[in-house]
T-cell receptor, first 115, second 116 residues
């Protein structure tokens, strides 16, 4: 069975400091893992995707995520936060078995940036 | 290239009524999937259509249904509305089926449904 746990519902950092958003997952198969961002009154935008090609995944806007199988984690990081990074972030797991696909969303982490 | 378009943007309905939401995918995309977003339950997958066929389905009651037309546009219908159906409904389009595994999901800005 799939599950996704985002360990923090809210993270607040100062502009220019590092960002860490934590995600743990569970899946019976070899899942694809994603991070999406949602700005207010908008849909979700894909930040990055892991599909087993490399454990360190680089995404848009300077975000990265590292897949650690032993820890079943897929944490999102950024070296230096910008005011425009303030948004809701979702960790997502999706897998495809035979012809059936499943997708599970984490509960979200709201990122606030202090000037 | 135009993005995913959802209409209407806002909708207010009364309990017991039915509602139809529309989603126009990015040109060339054949997969459309639907999601419900609420403060209490978060984001949940409703169903996915690909080439006019439902390919995947989440755990929602039969009051929630959808269809896809030959031009890939999709509609979602909710019958006998309940207060708990108040939510932001998002759709996403993709080149291939697989809910993001095979090709990226591109989301619309959603339809906010309020049931009174």
């Amino acid at each position: 069975a799939q599950s996704v746990t985002q360990l923090d519902s809210h993270v607040s950092v100062s502009e220019g400091t590092p960002v860490l958003l934590r995600c743990n997952y569970s899946s019976s198969y070899s899942p694809s893992l994603f991070w999406y961002v949602q700005h207010p009154n908008k849909g979700l935008q894909l930040l990055l995707k892991y599909t087993s090609a490399a454990t360190l995944v680089k995404g848009i806007n300077g975000f990265e995520a590292e897949f650690k199988k032993s820890e079943t984690s897929f944490h999102l990081t950024k070296p230096s936060a910008h005011m425009s990074d303030a948004a809701e972030y979702f960790c997502v797991v999706s897998d495809q078995v035979s012809s059936a696909s499943k997708i599970i969303f984490g509960s979200g982490t709201r990122l606030s940036i202090r000037p | 290239k135009a993005g995913v378009t959802q209409t209407p943007r806002y909708l207010i309905k009364t309990r017991g009524q039915q509602v139809t939401l529309s989603c126009s995918p990015i040109s060339g995309h054949r997969s459309v999937s639907w999601y419900q977003q609420t403060p209490g339950q978060g984001l949940q997958f409703l169903f996915e259509y690909f080439s006019e066929t439902q390919r995947n389905k989440g755990n929602f009651p039969g009051r929630f249904s959808g269809r896809q037309f030959s031009n890939s546009r999709s509609e979602m219908n909710v019958s006998t509305l309940e207060l708990g159906d108040s939510a932001l409904y998002l759709c996403a389009s993709s080149l291939q089926t697989g809910l993001g595994v095979n090709s990226p999901l591109h989301f619309g800005n959603g339809t906010r449904l309020t049931v009174t």
